[in-house]
């Protein structure tokens, strides 16, 4: 709505089932390019804000299952390249807000399940490069605030 959008190119795909969804308002995007892929699978979501965005490349992908949820609200940013990935399972979140990102490249990767979550507001950023991982498990967190970076 307002502007948002979904692209897919070269394969890209976005998929919802069984009560999953990706929401996109005000500008918000998500774009998937050259195999990368948004899975939202039991009831799982992706939301898109205010010209957040999330954008998978080169077969990164972003996962949500069995609740869990990815939110990008005011600017804030997920960026998935060369394998990088982004996984929330059974409650578990990343949210972005204020430009906040989450960036993983090179076959690194945000994992959060049983309600762990991974939080980046007012220019905070988690950044995964070469292989590295943040991983939030049984309600661990991370939270990165005023252009604090992990």
Same mark, same amino acid.
């Given at each position: 709505?307002?502007?948002? $959008?979904? $692209?897919?190119?070269?394969?890209?795909?976005? $998929?919802?089932?069984?009560?999953?969804?990706?929401?996109? /308002?005000?500008?918000?995007?998500? =774009?998937? /390019?050259?195999? #990368?892929?948004?899975?939202?699978?039991?009831?799982?979501?992706?939301?898109?804000?205010?010209?957040?965005?999330?954008?998978?490349?080169?077969?990164?992908? +972003?996962?949500?299952?069995?609740?869990?949820? +990815?939110?990008? /609200?005011?600017?804030?940013?997920?960026?998935?390249?060369? #394998?990088?990935?982004?996984? !929330? /399972?059974?409650?578990?979140?990343?949210? %972005?807000?204020?430009?906040?990102?989450?960036? !993983?490249?090179?076959?690194?990767?945000?994992?959060?399940?049983?309600?762990?979550?991974?939080?980046?507001?007012?220019? #905070? $950023?988690? =950044? %995964?490069?070469?292989?590295?991982?943040?991983?939030?498990?049984?309600?661990?967190?991370?939270?990165?605030?005023?252009?604090?970076?992990?």
């Amino acid at each position: 709505m307002d502007g948002g $959008s979904v $692209s897919c190119m070269d394969g890209g795909s976005v $998929s919802c089932m069984d009560g999953g969804s990706v929401s996109c /308002m005000d500008g918000g995007s998500v =774009s998937c /390019m050259d195999g #990368g892929s948004v899975s939202c699978m039991d009831g799982g979501s992706v939301s898109c804000m205010d010209g957040g965005s999330v954008s998978c490349m080169d077969g990164g992908s +972003v996962s949500c299952m069995d609740g869990g949820s +990815v939110s990008y /609200m005011d600017g804030g940013s997920v960026s998935c390249m060369d #394998g990088g990935s982004v996984s !929330c /399972m059974d409650g578990g979140s990343v949210s %972005c807000m204020d430009g906040g990102s989450v960036s !993983c490249m090179d076959g690194g990767s945000v994992s959060c399940m049983d309600g762990g979550s991974v939080s980046c507001m007012d220019g #905070g $950023s988690v =950044s %995964c490069m070469d292989g590295g991982s943040v991983s939030c498990m049984d309600g661990g967190r991370v939270s990165c605030m005023d252009g604090g970076s992990v």
